[in-house]
């Protein structure tokens, strides 16, 4: 029987060096009196949440004007040359480094596949960066939708002909992934839960949305898929 290995991108494959990079744009604002940055950041993190839930609109607008609400939020000035500078980051991240050898891994025996929160010309680099080929790549742009809306996943399975029973789920997003797809039927659901920590909004390995399995990063996952 056919069967996929769908993939959350970043944070998941990609090291998603977010947080650093947004530091470093913004270093010369840092000193700000009374500043946390843990908690802009939090915040920043938030606000890129609040903002999926929302009406579509590309990637690309999005990252920019969620960072300018936790700026605002703490205090600290925008420009537009802050957001252009993070956007133009994101293709630069490569993948984590156990990614590589366990996707060919999966490959023997899988389709493998992302459905990601990004547009399409932002994440083919780090595709291109992680060296493997994917079978389907759908992104929030092609579904006009962000996890973790139920259409974007429905639209991945539609646009992949595939039933969701036959698709194995593979994330690090608790609020993103594995919430959303408790009830759309999968075979199989796996955290990658990369922080050793509860998901970022939610219990660790709530009872609420079982069944998953959990892993720390994915060099275990070819064995747990039986490769």
Not at 43 to 67: G, T
Not at 174 to 194: C, K, M, Q
């Amino acid at each position: 029987m056919r069967q996929i290995v769908t993939f959350d991108a970043y944070g998941t494959l990609v090291d998603f060096q977010l947080g650093p990079t947004t530091l470093k744009v913004l270093a010369d604002r840092l000193d700000l009196d009374r500043l946390n940055v843990d908690e802009f950041l939090d915040d920043f993190r938030i606000m890129r949440f609040h903002a999926v839930l929302e009406a579509y609109r590309p990637f690309r607008e999005l990252l920019p004007a969620s960072l300018e609400i936790a700026m605002r939020l703490h205090g600290l000035e925008y420009r537009q040359s802050d957001g252009e500078a993070l956007v133009a980051a994101v293709p630069t991240f490569g993948p984590h480094p156990e990614v590589p050898a366990a996707l060919q891994a999966l490959k023997s025996r899988y389709e493998i596949a992302i459905i990601s929160n990004t547009d399409d010309d932002l994440i083919a680099q780090n595709l291109a960066n992680m060296g493997v080929e994917f079978d389907h790549v759908i992104t929030a742009q092609q579904a006009k939708a962000y996890k973790p809306s139920r259409q974007a996943f429905e639209y991945a399975f539609q646009t992949m002909d595939i039933d969701p029973a036959q698709v194995i789920h593979v994330a690090q997003g608790w609020e993103y992934d594995l919430i959303p797809t408790r009830d759309l039927g999968l075979a199989r659901r796996v955290w990658i839960n990369r922080y050793g920590h509860n998901g970022s909004m939610g219990a660790r390995g709530s009872a609420d949305y079982q069944p998953f399995d959990e892993l720390p990063d994915l060099s275990g996952l070819p064995a747990l898929l039986g490769c």
